[in-house]
């Protein structure tokens, strides 16, 4: 079992709000992930990091940004949340050195469902 | 274009039953293929990591084998319980970047009956 966490698991919110989806990772690894999945869809990047102070965007545009303070710390922010974010956003990460780095294993959070109405 | 196609779509079976699951991909240039089993609300779990050099492996009643000629991984699962009742993922990630990019597939909605 993966030591990664997301808060909340579940969020129902307005348009308009400003909401932060907090990851956090005790494992130390340097790489982390966030990825947006529509039910019956596959996963899509929309950032990741590469350690502290490093973020890049990924594949699927995102009106969401982040920010990588600490190494365990990986929290993604809408400043207004419109019903077209409306999905499950799910948190990864992976280490840079051992035996999983090979393999760029990824361990995965239990993910937050947001709904925008 | 580098993409993971997998079947079937959804697959329903009755408990203790066996089951395959398909998975074709084109990513190149390749690098290990892997299965996750996603429970509904959940994040996916790894079951199973391939490279080009393994054809098989498994994962208690989870088998996974691999044609790096022909791009195609199977996921075959024996006995099914209901705590198979899961989607199961299918995940390639290339060697052609620093960071390792991995190419989803949408999965198999698997439901097994009691």
């Known amino acids: 079992e993966a030591d990664i966490y997301q808060t909340p698991r579940y969020l129902v919110i307005g348009t308009g709000k400003k909401i932060t989806l907090e990851c956090s990772q005790t494992m130390g690894h340097d790489k982390m992930y966030w990825y947006q999945q529509d039910p019956g869809m596959e996963l899509h990047l929309i950032h990741y990091?590469?350690?502290?102070?490093?973020?890049e965007k990924g594949d699927l545009s995102s009106e969401s940004t982040v920010s990588r303070i600490r190494t365990e710390h990986f929290p993604l922010t809408l400043e207004s949340a419109r019903p077209s974010h409306t999905s499950q956003y799910l948190c990864?990460?992976?280490?840079?050195?051992?035996?999983?780095?090979?393999?760029?294993?990824?361990?995965f959070g239990p993910g937050t469902r947001l709904t925008v109405l | 274009k580098n993409q993971v196609e997998q079947s079937p779509q959804s697959l329903i079976i009755l408990e203790g039953k066996n089951c395959t699951l398909q998975c074709n991909y084109t990513v190149s240039p390749f690098s290990n293929l892997r299965w996750y089993k996603q429970d509904t609300g959940r994040g996916p779990v790894s079951l199973t990591i391939?490279?080009?050099?393994?054809n098989t492996k498994s994962n208690g009643r989870y088998t996974a084998t691999l044609d790096a000629d022909t791009k195609q991984s199977s996921l075959h699962i024996t006995a099914s319980q209901l705590s198979d009742s899961a989607s199961y993922i299918c995940v390639v990630s290339d060697r052609g970047s620093t960071l390792g990019r991995l190419y989803f597939g949408r999965g198999t909605q698997l439901t097994v009956w009691p």
């Open positions: 990864a990460s992976s280490p840079s050195q051992g035996r999983h780095s090979s393999y760029n294993e990824q361990f």
């Open positions: 990091s590469y350690g502290v102070n490093s973020t």
């Open positions: 391939m490279t080009f050099s393994e």
